[in-house]
C-alpha cells in the first residue's frame, strides 16, 4: 500500500484523484485538505478513513461539528499541510491546492524527499529553482500531474536527454480561440468561465481563457524537465481538439506523442502508479470508431491575442523573481476583470507591466519571494500602478 497525502482534496483534482485511488488497488490515502468546502471534507473522510484530515481555513474551521472517526485527527491551519508532508509515513504528496498556496507544501515535500504528483504549477512558477534545488538534495522525485506535462513525462521516456531536440507543449487555445479580434474586448466573466474540452475549477479555465494557464505551463515546464529557454527547447502549438497533450521531438526527427480523451483521471493516476501502468482506473478510452480530425496550429505571435504566450516565454527565459510576480499579478488582474474592473483583453497587458515594472531579483530566496508575493498583491493593478 503506498500511502499518500492529498492536499486540495475537496477541488477539481482533488476530486478525480479520489476517483482513481477509490478505483485502483495499492493506495491508502493518509491524509486529505480542504478550505472552504466542508460538506465535500466531511464525505472524503468518511469514505477514506485517513488518518488526517486538515482544515487549512482557520475561519471555516470553526464550522466543523461533524463526528470524526476512531483513528481520524482532525488538523488546523496552512502549518498542517507542511508537518505533514514531511511525516515519514508519507510517501507520495499529491499537490493539488491551487494558487500560490500551494507554494509551502510542495516546498516541504521537496524537501522531505517525497514523491510529488504536481498540480500545483505556481510552486513551481514562484519557486522553481529552490523546488527543484531541494528536490536533488533530498532525492525527491516530482512526477507531473498536469496533463502537457505528463505527455511530456511520458514521452521523454522514448529518448535520452541529449537526443532531445525540443519539446512540444500544445494548447487548446482556450474558448476564444475563434473569436474575431475586436471581439475579445467583450468577452464576459461567464463566457470566459466555459471551456471547450476540460472540465476544471474555476482560477484554471479562467487562465486558459487568457491564455495565462498556458504561460505558467511554459514556465513549469522550464522546471521540470530543465530546459533551455534560449535555444529554445520548447514550442507552443494550438491544437484545439486536446486530444494530443503535448510532444517531444528528438534529433532524428521522431515527434513522440500522448494522446487521450480530455481527462485528468489519467495523468493524475500515471503520477501516482509511475514507473508502473494499470489497468481497471476511471480513466476513459480514445473511441477509435469514430472518425476525428486532430489540427495543430502555431501561435502567430505578432497578434496581441497570444501575448500571455510570449510573456510566459520570456519570463521562463528571465527566471528569478519574473514568474513570481508574474503570477501574483495574474491573481489580480483576473480578479478585477471578475469585479468587472477591467476588461477581459486588459488582463495580459496589466500583467506585462507588473513584471516588467518590478525590481528583478536573479537569485531569491523563498522569504524574499514570499515578500514579493505579498508585496505585488497590495497593488491596485486596474490603474497600472
Ligand atoms: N482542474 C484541472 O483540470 C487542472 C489541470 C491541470 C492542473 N491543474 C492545477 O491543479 C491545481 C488545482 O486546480 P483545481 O482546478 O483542482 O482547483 P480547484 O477546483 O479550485 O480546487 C482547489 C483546491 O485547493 C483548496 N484551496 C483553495 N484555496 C486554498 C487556500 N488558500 N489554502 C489551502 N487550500 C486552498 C480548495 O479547497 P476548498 O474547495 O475546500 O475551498 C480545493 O481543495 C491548480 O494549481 C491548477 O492549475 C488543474
Redesign the pocket.
Known sequence: MKKIAL??????????TLDVVGTIDGFRVLAI??????P??REQMERFRPRWVIL??EE?AKEWDFPVPAGTEICVG?KA?TEIAAEPEVEIVVS????R??LESTVAAARAGKRIAL????SLVIGGAIVKRLAKESGARIVP???EHSAIFQALHAGKRYELERVILTASGGPFFRLPDEELRNVTVAQALKHPT????????L?SATLM?KA?EIIEAKWLFDLNMEKPELEVMIHPQSVVHSMVEFQDGAVIAQLSPPD?RLPIQNALTYPDRVGGGPTRRTDWTRNQTLEFFSPDYSNPRFDALKLGLETARRGGTAGAVLNAANDLAVSAFIRGEIRFDEIVPRIRHCVEEHDFRPEPTLEELIELDQEIRKKRIMNNE
Open positions: 492536499f486540495g482534496a475537496t477541488g477539481s483534482i482533488g476530486r478525480s485538505s480542504g478550505h472552504k468546502n466542508l465535500l471534507l487549512t481555513d471555516a496552512m499541510l493539488a491546492i491551487v494558487g498556496a500551494g498540480a500545483n504549477k505556481e500531474v498536469d496533463s476540460w472540465n476544471m475549477g474555476a482560477k484554471v479555465t487562465d494557464n505558467l485528468m
